[in-house]
């Protein structure tokens, strides 16, 4: 599995300091095959996880949907799809995302001007909760988050979050009603 692989300095003092406990810190990461989520020293099992980059030279969408694996890419000449993403929330003024996608490592800051696009979107959902994290460098206020742990109001942000991403990658939507798992069934709130 490669989703530890090139780990930058940074990363790697950030997840010694997670699995100290530090539940400010969260891991996601998938490549299409194998998805991987952390806060703090907890292993987290997502119903849902969609991790999507999108830069005006292509973009990425890993994870998945119930049993469903999600692994798509408009870009041909890239060899490594995975997407992995560090959230330091330790200083809530200054969130930080320490990314790894399409072959580079970067960090993502609300308080910094950013020259090249770039769209991060995080979604995370379990029996629990759900959180949808969105970092896009075009706005001023670049990073937006949205937890939530109520039962009707995970359905709404599930249902904001699949329209998000099925509107940067339609094929996800086909994926949705090819499926027949019965765990995913009880996610597919775009065919209700």
Known sequence: MALVNELTKAEEKLIEKMTEGNSNIQLLA?????SFVCIGNKRIDPIV??????????????????????????????TNH?????????DSDKKRFYCYSKEAAFVLKDEDEVNEKNLL?????????????IFNSTLQGKISEIIVRKEFLLKDLR?????????????????LLEDEDAETCKIKTLKE
């Open 30 to 34: 998938s490549d299409g095959e194998n």
């Open 121 to 133: 979107i995080a979604y995370i959902e379990n029996q629990s909760f759900a959180q949808l994290t």
């Open 159 to 175: 249902n904001n979050a699949f329209t998000l991403v099925t509107t940067l990658f339609p094929a996800i939507h086909n994926l």
């Open 82 to 90: 995975e997407v992995r993403i560090i959230v330091d929330r330790r």
């Open 49 to 78: 996880l969609l991790l999507c980059h999108i830069t005006p030279n292509g973009k990425v969408c890993n994870g998945n949907i119930g049993s469903r694996k999600i692994a798509l890419s408009n870009e041909q000449n890239i």
